[in-house]
């Protein structure tokens, strides 16, 4: 039964569950497990640790897994063993951030393209004859800034998403990561700043130029009036590095 170490950089909202992804401690790279359920969803009796608690943003997690579960456009899957608890290990040290975190960082940060492409979505069919080389990366991103919306006249339906240059190339994506929507979810309609965001919500620990995302390419969804399916580019985890590096004593 192969073991799998991961630093936790990915806890999202999905199908009524969450997923969760991060990179291997042993610099093998990315790790997404996945469940039996709906499209790889976890739910609470998966990713339970053993302690009673849930996985965070740069813990150690230890992950039982029984086989590589890789798709078109999620490459890095693997399906869990079910009825084995995690474990979590502690937090990512100083160390392992910059042995595995930055380099990711730098790369991915360097260009334009983002998951391989431009936009914002590719194309399941492209995907099922040209198969993702990597569904999940860490960017830092340029002039972001943060977008609530609602629907139509129910303010209470908003939607969260995050604009970000990468190069000069201007991305546009939802935001699936439940603590940073928690967070927003009392702004008005509107695009705040960094800068806007830190102040209205007394985040003293947060820096406005210090921010990392780890983007996910999503489930195929077929949009309204469509005929085709469409991989879409996610905002998996927003992680301010000049708080963690607060929270988990690195400086």
């Known amino acids: 039964m192969p073991t799998f170490e991961i630093i936790c950089l ?13 990179m291997k401690t042993d610099g093998s790279g990315w790790l997404r497990p996945v469940s039996n359920k709906r499209d790889g969803t976890l739910y609470p009796e998966h990713y339970t640790l053993e302690d009673g608690s849930e ?17 078109c456009h999620q490459p890095e899957n693997w399906l869990i063993k079910h009825n084995h608890l ?5 937090n990512a040290t100083l160390n392992q951030a910059r042995q595995f975190l930055n380099p990711e960082i730098k790369k991915q940060s360097s260009c334009a393209e983002l998951l391989g492409s431009l936009d914002k979505e590719i194309s399941y069919d492209d995907l099922k004859k040209s198969p993702a080389k990597s569904s999940l990366a860490l960017v830092k991103p ?20 995050s604009l970000f240059l990468l190069g000069e190339n201007l991305y546009d994506l939802p935001i699936t990561d439940p603590i940073w929507i928690d967070k927003l979810k009392n702004f008005e309609e509107g695009i705040y700043s960094c800068e806007e965001v830190i102040e209205e919500l007394k985040l003293q620990d947060f820096e406005p130029d210090q921010f990392t995302l780890t983007i996910s390419l999503g489930e195929p969804f077929k949009p309204s009036g469509q005929e085709k399916e469409f991989c879409y580019k996610l905002v998996a985890a927003v992680i301010n590095v000049a708080d963690v590096k607060k929270r988990l004593e690195w400086i």
Do not use: V
Not at 10 to 22: E, L, V, W
Not at 59 to 67: L, N, V, Y
Not at 86 to 90: D, F
């Open 10 to 22: 990915a806890k999202s909202i999905k199908h009524g569950g969450i997923c969760i992804a991060g």
């Open 55 to 71: 996985p965070k943003i740069f813990d150690i997690i230890r992950i039982p897994c029984t086989r590589p579960e890789p798709r």
């Open 86 to 90: 995690w474990e979590n290990l502690g």
């Open 142 to 161: 340029k002039q972001l800034q943060w977008q609530i919306k609602t629907k139509g006249n129910y303010s209470n339906d908003k939607k969260f998403r």
